[in-house]
Nanobody
Framework: QVQLVESGGGLVQAGGSLRLSCAASGSISSFNAMGWYRQAPGKQRELVARITAGGITNYADSVKGRFTISRDNVKNTAYLQMNSLKPEDTAVYYC?????????????WGKGTLVTVSS
């Protein structure tokens, strides 16, 4: 029983910034990793950014230098600071959380939040 709730999406002009938040709740007290994925119309879902409980991060090449992922392990909340937004960043952004339970990795997903970047 894990629920991920995203917030912070919306409409922004190119060059602007948004910060997405993902609040996790449920029976899992901590997650091995949390991340953000996105899916644009007609395209496959792709990894945007990921962060481990120890703070190790990785990013898609397309967002390096513009996006920053962070997490609050006490609050079980992940954030995605998005700067210098481009129209091609327009997509539904999904929060992901991963936990290792009984020798198996499990993944949970939020319902997504829409980010629209206008030119």
């Amino acid at each position: 029983q894990v629920q991920l709730v995203e917030s912070g999406g919306g409409l922004v002009q190119a060059g602007g910034s948004l910060r997405l938040s993902c609040a996790a709740s449920g029976s899992i007290s901590s997650f091995n990793a949390m991340g953000w994925y996105r899916q644009a119309p007609g395209k496959q879902r792709e990894l945007v950014a990921r962060i481990t409980a120890g703070g190790i991060t990785n990013y898609a090449d397309s967002v390096k230098g513009r996006f920053t992922i962070s997490r609050d392990n006490v609050k079980n909340t992940a954030y995605l600071q998005m700067n210098s937004l481009k129209p091609e960043d327009t997509a539904v952004y999904y929060c992901n959380a991963q936990a290792f339970i009984m020798a198996t990795n499990f993944n949970w997903w939020g319902k997504g939040t829409l980010v629209t970047v206008s030119s």
